[in-house]
Each structure stands twice: as structure tokens, then as C-alpha cells.
């Protein structure tokens, strides 16, 4: 499995390794980086589930320095042209339409954050596998006419969350990969436009509040698709694991996402996969 995305790190040059997980850090190339919201989240859960499965050597990360400039991201998006694995995560990165446009689509390219924005500006979310928008960023990509988040026209990014089912709809009647996870109060399991499935137990209030909450989860349900759960299975057992780490935590709002990911082996266990 493959991990793609900057970290908001200026200047600093492309990366590609594997990565260990020491201390709460997370180590590439001799490199270190905190296990925080953001692409250090998302490698954080994707190793403590990969490694409860004795698998986490199958991890590469290619990541590299971007404060918003777009220079990092270039140098990952020309690291993407040419995949020699069967699962990509397109995480943190500057949405280029151009770039995006020649990424190898052969493999399965799952796309969350800026590749996902980039994906659905492009008008080629098809050739993802799967996207993980929340509430918000399903609104941007209902909108047909917006190329960004910022540009959702009101009437859309106002929709209440129990609307979700209808943006779900708007969102196919353009360009989407056939798998979606819609992350909220409730997770909606998307499969061709259509609902298959919800999970909102156990509600922790407190997650909502803690950065990088939405990255663990797209790292667990990823690495359970690496290992092999049909997508669908892993959505629904990811969000419930997801929800289960801050109940097993009794997570507040100033918990660390850390903490949540340092949990992850021990609730796996206790579901008995």
C-alpha cells in the first residue's frame, strides 16, 4: 500500500520509504514526523492496523514538504505517474487538475482530502476507487459547478446533515468511484450512488473535536482493504472501529489523536479480526 501526501513542512524534499512507528513518531528515511491530524495520522492508523495483521512492511510513504505553495505536491504527483502496487491512498495535497490527470488509474487509487478534490475537479472521479468526504466536503462534490470547497454555492453547503442522502444522488449524477464513506454523526457506506449501510454507534461526541479523526479512519478502512476485506466490509468494520477507539479511550476534546491510534491493535482484537 502506498501513502501520498505532504506534510505542512517548508522546503523539505521528496521522501519515499517505508515507515516505522517509535514514540509517537512516526520515522521515514531516518526522518522523524508527529503522529498528528493530517498525512501523520493517516500513516499513524495505516501502520497500527497493517502491523496488528503482521503486514506493516507493505507500507510505502512518498510525501514530501508543502505549506500551500504546490511545490511538494508537484513532486509527488510526478512520483504517482507510474504505480507499482495494488492500492494508493491520495491524501494531503494541492489539488492540480493537470497533474491529477496523469496519474496511473491501473490499480486501485483511493482519493481523500486534496486528491479527492482534485479527483472530482478533474472530472475523473471515476477512475478512483473509493472517496472519503465528510458532510462538507460531500457538498463540493454535489456541486457541479464548484472546482473547490470554497467556491460550494450556499444553497448546497446549507443542507442539513439529515439531507445527506440527497447530496449522495447529486454527487452521482457526476463523475464518482463506485465506493464512498461520507464521514459524520452517522458514516454513510456508499456503493454506486446507493446507501447500503450506516453506522452511528457508538456516538462520542468529544471525536468530532479532535484533529485527525477522519484521517485514522480512512487509514483503517484502507489497510483492511490492502489485507483484503471487500470494500464494503471494510467500511462498515472501520467505522465502527473508528468509533470504538474513543469510546475505549473515553476520548475528550482535548485528546490526542495519538492516543486513538496507539488503541487501534487492542480494539481489533476485542472484535475478533
Do not use: W
Request: hydrophobic content about 40%; some cysteine.
Amino acid at each position: 500500500m502506498i501513502i501520498a501526501g505532504t506534510m505542512p513542512i517548508k522546503g523539505m524534499d521528496l521522501i519515499k520509504g517505508a515507515p516505522k512507528l517509535s514514540n509517537n513518531k512516526i520515522i521515514i528515511n531516518d526522518k522523524e514526523f508527529p503522529v498528528s491530524m493530517g498525512t501523520g495520522a493517516l500513516i499513524g492508523a495505516s501502520l497500527k492496523t497493517m502491523e496488528y495483521f503482521g503486514v506493516e512492511n507493505d507500507i510505502t510513504i512518498i510525501t514530501a514538504g508543502d505549506i500551500g505553495e504546490g511545490d511538494g505536491s508537484l513532486k509527488i504527483y510526478d512520483e504517482l505517474r507510474e504505480i507499482n502496487d495494488d492500492l494508493t491512498i491520495i491524501h494531503y495535497i494541492k489539488p492540480k487538475i493537470t497533474k491529477i490527470k496523469e496519474v496511473d488509474f491501473s490499480s486501485k487509487v483511493i482519493g481523500d482530502a486534496g486528491g479527492m478534490y482534485a479527483g472530482k475537479a478533474g472530472e475523473i472521479g471515476d477512475k478512483f476507487y473509493m472517496f472519503f468526504p465528510d458532510v462538507g466536503e460531500l457538498s463540493f462534490l454535489a456541486d457541479e459547478e464548484a472546482s473547490h470547497p470554497a467556491y460550494v454555492r450556499g444553497f448546497i453547503s446549507e443542507i442539513d446533515d439529515k439531507e445527506v442522502p440527497k447530496l449522495i444522488k447529486r454527487a452521482y449524477n457526476q463523475k464518482m468511484p463506485k465506493q464512498m464513506v461520507i464521514k459524520g454523526k452517522t458514516d454513510y457506506i456508499v456503493e454506486d450512488g446507493n446507501i447500503v449501510d450506516t453506522v452511528g454507534a457508538p456516538l462520542i461526541e468529544a471525536m468530532e473535536c479532535i484533529g485527525g479523526t477522519g484521517d485514522s479512519l480512512t487509514g483503517i478502512v484502507s489497510s483492511l482493504i490492502a489485507v483484503g476485506y471487500k470494500p464494503t466490509k471494510a467500511s462498515l468494520m472501520g467505522c465502527t472501529i473508528n468509533r470504538k477507539l474513543g469510546e475505549k479511550i473515553k476520548a475528550k476534546p482535548n485528546t490526542q489523536i495519538s492516543e486513538i491510534i496507539n488503541t487501534i491493535p487492542e480494539v481489533l482484537k476485542e472484535m475478533g479480526l
